[in-house]
DNA sequence: GCGACTCATTGGCCTTACAATTATTCTACT
DNA sequence: AGTAGAATAATTGTAAGGCCAATGAGTCGC
């Protein structure tokens, strides 16, 4: 190639961002300090493709041409691209797998993605235990009572089903405890709000990261505990097959100050959150 | 180097991954398939960095060493090493800068960068703006009722100052709506629960994202609703300087309704939340 | 002092080359 | 014919080296 860098960059740079009347459009950037940000070829070859995901026109699971043509078709080096790569892969937006037929292939992000870089944040400013749980009494009971209002039979079979898994595995801790989580995400599943249940879901994750990096051991009468949680799903599930909003809601509660109670004791209440 | 590729690849890994007690530790790791990953030598560079920053060793604003010690120090060359720095700068942990006295810096990841993770999730899965107001008013309003109990005289201090500012501003529209958003923003701070502060804030901003990018125009009775928002701030200071938590908690949650239903009728209940 | 200039430092990008991995195809042997 | 295993082709992973651009600090002239 016989132009000067300089000149190749200025074409990428017009071809990529070729659509200047988009608002969003996130080139030269500012920082928080208001100084402007020269957007990196890496960086605006990610959003391209990054945009082409979002807007549908590449679905989950579909591949992306193999990098000789991504670079044919960005005007970029292998490098860059590669970069760019990168960037995608860290926002679990793609995965690269090589060999023949290899390549990156979209993946959709998961709530993992999500909840780590919020985890991150919350490590940093130096949130504690108690708050995540205060946050999940909080957000769930209303959830819980809006549930009552919209639920359907399926709906119930299904926390039915549910609470007998976890019946029938009252002595197996791990299982007894993912199942117990589904439970609390199943419920704000149902009550209808992708927002709300995606942040439920982020802030169980976090919590469950937490366990695992810090307890291992049992507790002695964690079977009885268990029982009782049984219990409480049951009753609660019978409310909300009655409609009783206002009950549900206070049962549910009264249920997650229980457990908030049992597990911050354990743990301490001011233990920060550590992810990492 | 005479070494093959395959034995500086070992050589690296092993000098990353010295410490394999390290519960946490992500090397390896499993895809959701269950196949194993081998992970690329930037990921271990970026893992490497990302956890001296998190355990505390760098601190905001510490200068990584130039790229030429980086990778003598991790026997990567420039490609992975650069690769390495695309993830670290996409998690918001460096920010590169070019020239003399230039390179990586520290940087603390701010709400933006969860918040955009959060937002591409939210889209793919089809939140509407509807769930994102509703989300609000089911968090907010019980926060209000705790900071009527934490409350201090500065906080009742700061917040009348802003509304004073909100009501200097009346008439100018972005001025008043980041005041109001401040406004917002600060209750939930003053409530003592970083956790929820900061998903307050995310919502915030990808609800401000959204009418970055699809609303220009102003309403004609824009002067008429801002005093009513006025009006009805200041009340609710006065509750909560009185400490009445829950009448405190009534009137937030129907503000927040009302202009939920105003900004909806405006934007249409059903709107896809579009970040991108 | 102070502005323009120089220059060393450092990252941004490109090219070339080779190694590692994997799906497919071919081959040889049973 | 069928199948294990070897060759092959496609594709990413990594390295090495080079040029250019940006930047900030010191220097020189005024």
Redesign the interface.
């Known amino acids: 190639m016989s132009d000067s860098a300089a000149a190749v960059v200025a074409k990428v740079r017009g071809a990529l961002l070729k659509t200047p009347a988009k608002?969003?459009g996130a080139s030269a950037s500012r920082?928080?300090d208001g100084a402007i940000r020269v957007p990196?070829a890496?960086e605006l070859i990610a959003e391209a493709i990054?945009?082409r995901l979002?807007?549908g026109d590449l679905k989950a699971g579909d591949a992306l041409p193999p990098e000789v043509e991504l670079m044919a078709e960005f005007h970029v080096s292998r490098?860059s691209l590669?970069?760019?790569f990168?960037?995608l892969?860290?926002?679990s937006?793609i995965?690269v797998k090589r060999g023949a037929h290899g390549g990156a292939r979209i993946t959709?992000?998961?709530?993992d993605?999500?909840s780590k870089?919020?985890g991150?944040?919350?490590?940093?400013?130096?949130?504690?235990l108690k708050?995540?749980f205060?946050?999940r009494v909080?957000?769930e009971p209303?959830?819980i009572n809006i549930l009552a209002g919209v639920r359907t039979d399926q709906d119930l079979a299904e926390l039915r089903d549910l609470i007998d898994f976890e019946a029938a595995n009252i002595d197996d801790w791990t299982v007894f405890a993912s199942a117990a989580t589904e439970f609390h995400n199943l419920l704000v599943r149902m009550a209808g709000?992708?927002?709300?249940a995606?942040?439920v879901g982020?802030?169980d994750e976090l919590y469950l990261r937490h366990l695992?990096?810090f307890v291992s051991r049992n507790r002695p009468d964690q079977r009885e505990l268990n029982q009782q949680t049984v219990a409480i799903h049951r009753q609660l599930v019978d409310v909300i097959a009655a409609r009783d909003g206002a009950s549900a809601e206070t049962i549910w509660r009264y249920a997650m100050q229980q457990s908030r109670n049992v597990i911050l004791a354990e743990l301490g209440e001011d233990t920060p959150l550590a992810v990492?």
Chains 1, 2 share one sequence.
């Open positions: 608002v969003g920082r928080p990196k890496a990054r945009r979002v807007q490098a590669r970069e760019a990168r960037i892969e860290t926002e937006l995965e959709l992000p998961d709530v993605t999500a870089s919020i991150v944040l919350l490590q940093i400013r130096g949130a504690t708050e995540l205060d946050a909080i957000i209303p959830l709000n992708v927002t709300l995606l942040i982020m802030l695992k990096r990492y």
